[in-house]
């Protein structure tokens, strides 16, 4: 399980260099990474995920520029979602097992875009609604059948999405109506309410300022995987 997390903070520091490439249009997202003061070029004892932070001080090894912490809390955060994941699906069949971890990856990729851009690619939603309707072969069917308590929500999002447009986020829509075809219809309603919590509580501790925007992807997901596993 140690393993695993090592991996994790791997992912996690992958999915925050990913996402800020994405953001800024850049033609090559595997390019090397680099400091964000200077723009030296990071060697691999620079990246190695918490370690390296922990050595330098939180500091840039060529320019001595403090290196915000949220690097090291998200690495760490990945290490332990990634755990939490693989426990729970160590007795799964193999075919799930690969279903999980392939959620866990694109999920991952847009928490960590919504956090550093609150943009999320339209090309990780269309590989999620790919996975999620390879898996469950009945999206089309979930959005014309009598899902009513589910439908009614989505509606009401999108509803407030054409009204409010600087107040919610298109992709945080876009998610949550995915993920509702991977849980029963009864649970609709408790999803929005965990996210909507969470993020009210981030907003409230962290932020300090409930009118400044915020990541909302991060709760979406987090929920998501607290009904999924919360028995």
Same mark, same amino acid.
């Given at each position: %399980?140690?393993?695993?997390?090592?991996?994790?903070?791997?992912? #996690?520091?992958?999915?925050?260099?990913?996402?800020?490439?994405?953001?800024?249009?850049?033609?090559?997202?595997?390019? +090397?990474?680099?400091?964000? *003061?200077?723009?030296?070029?990071?060697?691999?004892?620079?990246?190695?995920?918490? /370690?390296?932070?922990?050595?330098?001080?939180?500091?840039?090894? *060529?320019?001595?520029?403090?290196?915000?912490? +949220?690097? @090291?809390?998200?690495?760490?955060?990945?290490?332990?979602?990634?755990? =939490?994941?693989?426990?729970?699906?160590?007795?799964?069949?193999?075919?799930?097992?690969?279903? &999980?971890?392939?959620? !866990?990856?694109?999920?991952?990729?847009?928490?960590?875009?919504?956090?550093?851009?609150?943009?999320?690619?339209? !090309?990780?939603? $269309?590989?999620? $609604?790919?996975?999620?309707? =390879? *898996?469950?072969?009945?999206? /089309?069917?979930?959005?014309?059948?009598? &899902?009513? @308590?589910?439908?009614?929500?989505?509606?009401?999002?999108?509803? #407030?999405? %054409?009204?409010?447009?600087?107040?919610?986020? #298109?992709?945080?829509?876009?998610?949550?109506?995915?993920?509702?075809?991977?849980?029963?219809?009864?649970?609709?309603?408790?999803?929005? $309410?965990?996210?909507?919590?969470?993020?009210?509580?981030?907003?409230?501790?962290?932020?300090?300022?409930?009118?400044?925007?915020?990541?909302?992807?991060?709760?979406?997901?987090?929920?998501?995987?607290?009904?999924?596993?919360?028995?």
């Amino acid at each position: %399980m140690f393993t695993i997390f090592l991996f994790g903070t791997i992912l #996690g520091s992958f999915a925050l260099k990913f996402s800020a490439d994405c953001f800024n249009n850049l033609r090559q997202p595997m390019s +090397r990474s680099r400091c964000d *003061y200077c723009h030296h070029s990071l060697s691999f004892l620079d990246m190695i995920p918490i /370690i390296s932070q922990l050595y330098l001080k939180s500091r840039c090894r *060529y320019c001595g520029q403090h290196i915000a912490k +949220r690097y @090291i809390i998200f690495e760490v955060f990945v290490g332990i979602w990634l755990s =939490f994941v693989a426990y729970k699906v160590q007795h799964m069949l193999f075919a799930y097992q690969i279903f &999980h971890f392939l959620l !866990f990856f694109i999920l991952l990729l847009m928490v960590a875009s919504d956090l550093n851009n609150l943009w999320v690619p339209d !090309f990780l939603q $269309l590989m999620l $609604l790919g996975l999620v309707s =390879f *898996y469950y072969m009945k999206v /089309i069917e979930f959005i014309l059948s009598n &899902h009513l @308590i589910s439908l009614l929500i989505v509606a009401l999002l999108w509803l #407030g999405y %054409m009204l409010f447009p600087d107040k919610i986020g #298109g992709a945080d829509i876009k998610l949550f109506t995915l993920l509702l075809a991977l849980i029963p219809n009864h649970q609709a309603p408790i999803l929005l $309410l965990l996210a909507s919590l969470s993020a009210l509580v981030y907003a409230l501790v962290i932020t300090k300022d409930i009118r400044k925007p915020i990541p909302f992807v991060p709760f979406i997901v987090l929920s998501f995987y607290v009904l999924v596993f919360a028995h």
